[in-house]
């Protein structure tokens, strides 16, 4: 089926999870996976299927609307859809890779049996600091200073994906540009041009859901809650700043007013040492120290 309506936002973090963390999709997962990750080849993968409800949509606990996926039995990566940009994905992500690698060491087991830990991060915006990569995706690892091809560990990859850079910049890999354009503009795709069969039963599955009701009323309720947390974290903002300029006035009325106290008893000591006045008469009135008469000389 080809839905002719308004396609649903794979870019939203709900929509993203319905088509590629999904029971029957996997394949979909796996083409995702295989065009982005380097040298992985992937015979067998397993989705976490947790069961997504209209609470799980008002909720911002790490996990919620991810994508666990187990590779090979030996492998765990997780995907995230980012569509705020909320200051702190950096953070965010080195912490939930160090909880995945953590969690896969099991009770009683050693070190060598941690699992490889792969994190897949879509932004639907550009990072601060990104500004000089001249690419949509980046990898990282944990790599010596000054022998940068040395990788402490094959353990943790992390791969990002600033989704605005596909304006500018295109891969040489067309299975991840696919992919990108489908998931940043879905309705401009021709697939008489895509010859990756993922990306089509995809964009089937993304027809359908579409044109379902209750999928679209689940789309709204989680683009209302982050609009809404916007809104709040903006309404904080203006607070904020109308506070701060408040405090400043208050504190600038108050730095005047001592600033000007001062001079008015320097400028005083000053008429009362041009009349000779006895200095230790000039420190009972004013206040002032003897070493600060004497300066005013």
């Known amino acids: 089926m080809i839905y002719i309506g308004k396609l649903l936002d794979p870019k939203n973090d709900y929509t993203f999870k319905r088509i590629f963390g999904y029971m029957g999709n996997e394949d979909i997962t796996k083409s995702l996976i295989t065009a982005i990750v380097d040298n992985i080849e992937i015979t067998h993968i397993k989705l976490d299927l947790k069961e997504i409800t209209p609470q799980d949509l008002k909720d911002e606990k790490f996990g919620i609307l991810d994508i666990r996926a187990e ?3 030996s492998i765990q990566t997780n995907i995230e859809m980012q569509m705020i940009d909320k200051k702190d994905i950096e953070n965010r992500i080195i912490f939930y890779w ?4 953590s969690e896969s060491i099991k009770l009683g087991k050693n070190y060598l049996d941690a699992k490889r830990t792969i994190i897949i ?3 639907n915006y550009e990072i601060k600091g990104f500004e000089n990569i001249k690419k949509y995706l980046s990898k990282w690892h944990i790599r010596e200073d000054e022998y940068c091809e040395m990788i402490l560990t094959n353990n943790l990859e992390i791969y990002i ?3 605005p850079k596909c304006e500018r910049y295109i891969s040489k ?6 992919w990108v354009n489908f998931i940043r503009k879905p309705e401009d795709l021709n697939m008489n041009d895509i010859d990756n069969d993922a990306v089509k039963k995809a964009k089937k599955v993304l027809d359908e859901i579409s044109a379902d009701k209750r999928e679209q009323e689940l789309e709204f309720q989680r683009l209302m809650y982050e609009m809404d947390n916007k809104a709040i974290e903006a309404a904080g903002y203006d607070r904020g700043l109308e506070d701060g300029m408040q405090q400043g006035i208050q504190q600038g009325i108050q730095q005047g007013v001592e600033q000007g106290v001062q001079q008015g008893i320097i400028e005083t000591a000053k008429k009362m040492l041009s009349k000779n006045t006895n200095i230790e008469f000039i420190i009972e009135c004013t206040g002032l120290t003897k070493e600060e008469i ?3 000389k």
């Open 71 to 73: 590779i090979n039995n």
């Open 161 to 163: 994906i600033e989704l």
């Open 121 to 123: 991060l879509f932004a």
């Open 98 to 101: 160090s909880k995945l690698y």
């Open 173 to 178: 890999n067309k299975d991840l540009n696919a």
């Open 294 to 296: 004497e300066n005013l």
